[in-house]
């Protein structure tokens, strides 16, 4: 029987498991098809591809960078060169932006490298049986000494209620919701700019995929 079963295999639950799995047996379940969670990137055709949650990573303390320079020197992820605009003026302690060399979700995915996972598998209950959790999908049924939920906090306490503290359920959590348009345009002309930071509540950011030098079939 596995140690843990890690639910969602987004950023939180790509390094917990990776973690783990240095003295536990861990298992990753993930309800989309493949590996990120937030950090996702949309395939479009064979050779394009969309950035569609995270845009990029940037390092706050010196362990987070030494991770991500690690990653860089191993060529799972490299900085995202080009004019980058920020009209929010924020200083910034790394202004760095690394991204995968594929897609954003390398970083997942190098995490998870070892590790089984289970993909396309929609948890709609969780069970605790004396010594063990049953973890339910639509089609399947997993069992764990140990699980580990990562998802939202709405979905969390929706799943795990009768599992759950008076003052877990009882907390204000505030989701704010974010919509992300995808655009693709052929044209002859090179975009200058990489992204756009905007002190706007409506269009907070927008990014030039094409000058991620994933693909240079068109614009972006």
């Not at 704010?176 to 345009?185: A, G, M, S, W, Y």
């Amino acid at each position: 029987m596995i140690d843990f079963c890690v639910l969602g295999s987004g950023l939180s639950g790509s390094t917990i498991a990776s973690l783990l799995s240095n003295k536990y047996s861990i298992q990753i379940i993930e309800k989309a098809k493949g590996i990120g969670g937030r950090t996702s990137n949309k395939k479009m055709g064979s050779s394009i591809s969309f950035d569609h949650g995270l845009q990029y990573y940037s390092s706050k303390n010196k362990k987070f960078k030494k991770n991500l320079n690690k990653l860089i020197q191993k060529d799972i992820l490299k900085q995202w060169e080009g004019d980058h605009i920020d009209f929010t003026f924020k200083k910034n302690t790394d202004s760095r932006k690394v991204i995968g060399v594929k897609g954003n979700n390398d970083f997942n995915k190098y995490l998870l490298r070892n590790i089984k996972k289970n993909l396309g598998e929609e948890i709609t209950n969780i069970v605790f049986r004396k010594t063990y959790w049953e973890i339910v999908s639509k089609d399947k049924k997993f069992k764990a000494k140990n699980i580990i939920i990562t998802f939202p906090f709405e979905q969390t306490k929706k799943l795990a209620k009768k599992y759950l503290s008076k003052s877990f359920l009882n907390l204000k959590v505030k989701m704010t919701p974010n919509i992300t348009l995808v655009l693709k345009q052929k044209t002859r002309y090179k975009i200058p700019i990489s992204s756009i930071k905007l002190n706007n509540k409506i269009i907070t950011w927008a990014a030039n995929e094409n000058s991620k030098k994933r693909f240079t079939s068109s614009e972006n």
